[in-house]
């Protein structure tokens, strides 16, 4: 049975993440294109490695920047804002590892998923 605090705090994360859904700037344009959050705020973990980073490279800042947005876009709402709130290092470090997880998981989905149709001959050539 859960107590009042820790249903309480569950109440709050679930009016807090629905109130960022809709407070949107797609969901207040009206707009169906998913909006991405900026995330500039995270620069100041600005040159920590990605996954799509070769090794010994450093990206330039914009780059890097933008591989941190391509990530977000594909997560969601809850989850972009938990990298946007990093508050060490660590911690961008590991919300950045889930989401480049999901994204490798996506991939590997699709892949199976063409793989799939092409052995049931569901693909054509166009």
Do not use: C, H
């Amino acid at each position: 049975m859960k107590t009042a605090p820790a249903k309480l705090g569950s109440a709050a994360a679930i009016t807090l993440a629905f109130v960022l859904n809709i407070a949107s700037p797609a969901a207040m344009a009206g707009d169906s294109t998913p909006a991405v959050p900026d995330a500039s705020v995270l620069l100041k973990f600005y040159p920590a490695r990605l996954a799509s980073t070769p090794s010994g490279v450093v990206e330039d800042q914009q780059v890097w920047l933008a591989k941190v947005q391509g990530l977000m876009l594909g997560a969601p709402p809850m989850l972009q804002q938990s990298l946007l709130m990093s508050r060490t290092p660590d911690e961008f470090a590991a919300n950045i590892a889930l989401l480049q997880q999901m994204q490798e998981r996506t991939l590997q989905q699709s892949a199976a998923r063409l793989e799939s149709q092409a052995r049931n001959g569901a693909l054509k050539k166009q």
